[in-house]
């Protein structure tokens, strides 16, 4: 088969180990045969399951990274940078948004000239949100001053990771790299690889970590890094970063031919397949050029002098081997998962066209396709299609269209989707039976609500056909919590289960207005919409009579990346309501540690070995965060105390409307990852609460109110009570581990009596 990987007839000098991998599973093999010092992370799809794959091999004691979870790219790009500034070897895995929110601080890292290795498993940036499989993300790397490879198959993400950390630390270099891989197609599709078997060949391959570098490792030798500079000065900063650049292509191919000697693999600075001969050649990154190979081949049979190109290596852009490749091609197509919009082709497109005219007496026709985007995707019949269009314009010595998109659809007015479900509004969701009043005597709300069947008269917010997992505690949570909202609400989800599973186009759950945005600008975008609804009601744009509460619905650790944001806005006190749903970690993309993830808690990045035993610091208390900010309102709630959340959610209403921002945090059962028993939902959050785990309480106008007291009612049960439920929690139960569970006990132990303390004094 065509598609297989072509391997070097040559005497391999180190033994190696055949097994059949996924390209993260080898990024991850091949950092912890490495043994980087440091990891900052944060979890996206689809490269989390990199750092998962390092922590599970952590836990049995197969290398000695330290992984740290950050608060967020931004934050994980920083653990890095500082890491790499104090001389460890530094490694990372992002993928899509993740890139983006970190982008700031990539070219401080190359600008300063301190070696990393990141894996760019690359996705669709939104929006609209998609997580499956682009370059539009990668497009955004090709400025950022990191030189980067590009691998086609797990074999090559193996491969091309060990040879990254020795070309970012040659001493002509000194760059960080980026492995750019296809996400889903190569990071989680399984295909045969070799792997060294022992770990030794390859650190030897890498050599010692450099010393010989003014790193911030030494008290002794005191450095100054990054210090700001005029043009003056940064005009040759940049040009001997641009040499380093230039250099690293050709450090490139002397490591190559080195690794080729040790492991039977060349990696040439472009996969030249069948283009010897070629007349007709398309140009492709990563996977989809193994897609096209056999196309080649059947092209070829046929007579057609066919052939694939795809670079290895596309920072430094290889232009000299280009114009070598294209010498004699009549026709080329480059297909690119990613556009430059307007720029009548994608980067790639431009840069082969730059390329080739540098050469006079070059004639080959160039054509453009932005295909593939969203995962969407590339088979051989596609490949053939691409392949007949430049054949056609070789026969035509033009090309019809040089710059288009492939595989778009146009719409059928006729097909035109019509809503399932109406919209409701306002007066569907009054009751008339909620009373809330201001008490001038306490300056506190008093509220009145009837009893909670008189409620189900009111309509869910959201219709029924959601992907929710079974025993999803999400939607119970916020459809109670909304009981107790009177009239319109205009909803902001941030990036979540509540979210994906909600509005997968063309369908949506949501009865009324919904916006999404992300994780780390949720709240901000909400208070920019809610003070331009207030801005053009004042301004008589907007019917005085219309009204509405606006919500942000936050969750699966949005308030680690988000709480800078969330912050803002509650100083900046808008009038708007967020609200948290806490599952304890992100379960959106695969039940990894989040901030709020508790002390010894089995996550997907905090396994249980034998080496460390679930998450290893306590959890973010974010209700008294907020608190601290002096918002007029914080609040935590639960299903299992209904009227409890009814109340509250009645008093956050109130303080949205009239006062400023609210901030609530419901606990959440997650039945799939929390590894407990659908039927013990109810069970586990009264346990939770009743263990003061999960304290219910409210800080009303700077004064905290516990508002259910288990020792007051004699129903106080030990922490153990609630774990037992949970298959992630059962290890704590296990005598070795009981140093763990005391410190768990005492931590919830003394954030209970603090706040009592804060229950008892009102100036607390």
Known sequence: MAIMERELQTNISAEQITTFESGNEMAAMAAAQINYHIMGYFPITPSTEVAQFLDQMKARGEHDIKLIAADGEHGSAGICYGAAATGARVFNATSANGFMYMLEQLPVQSGTRFPMVMNLVTRAISGPLDIRGDHSDLYFALNTG?????????????????MALKIAEHSKVRLPVIVAYDGFFTSHQKRKVNYFKDRKVVQEFVGECPTDYNYARSTKKP???????????????????????????????????EYAKISGRDYKVLDLYRMDDADVALFLLNSAAESAKDVVDKLREKGIKAGVISPNIIRPFPAKEIREALKNVKALLVGERADSYGAHGPNLTQEVKSAIQEDKENQTIVLSRVFGLGGKDFYADDAENFFNMAIEAMEKGYAEKSFDYYGHVPGDPEKVLKPVINPQSGDAFKTGLIQVNMDEETNKLKVKIPPLRALTSKPKRLASGHGACPGCGIFPGLELFFKGIEGDVVVLYQTGCAYVTTTAYPYTSHKQTMIHNLFQNGAATLSGTVEAFLE?????????????????????????????????????????IMLEYDNEGYMNTGSQMSYSTPIGHMTSTTSVGKTQKGKAFHHKDTAQIMAASNIPYVFTGTEAFPQDLVKKAAKAQWYAQNVGTVYGKILITCPLNWKSEDRFGGTIMEAAVNSCFFPLYEVEQGVTNITYDPEAKKKRV???????????????????NKEILADFDQEIEKRWHRLKAKHENPLL
Do not use: C
Request: proline share 2%; hydrophobic share 40%.
């Open 718 to 736: 030990p922490l153990t009570e609630w774990l037992k439920y949970m298959g992630k929690t059962k290890h704590l139960l296990k005598e070795e």
């Open 223 to 257: 450095v100054t890094i990054g210090a700001h500079m005029n043009g003056e000065a940064l005009i040759n900063n940049h040009y001997q970063q641009s040499e380093a650049m230039y250099a690293a292509g050709e450090v490139y191919k002397e490591v190559a031919a």
């Open 146 to 162: 990191w030189v980067i490879l590009t691998a086609r198959t797990p074999q090559a993400v193996y491969d091309m990771n060990i």
């Open 536 to 576: 053009l009601k004042r301004r008589g744009e907007i019917e005085v009579s219309e009204d509405a509460t606006f919500v942000m619905i936050t969750g699966d650790g949005g308030m680690d990346i988000g709480m800078g944001s969330a912050l803002g806005t509650a100083l900046r006190n808008h009038k708007l």
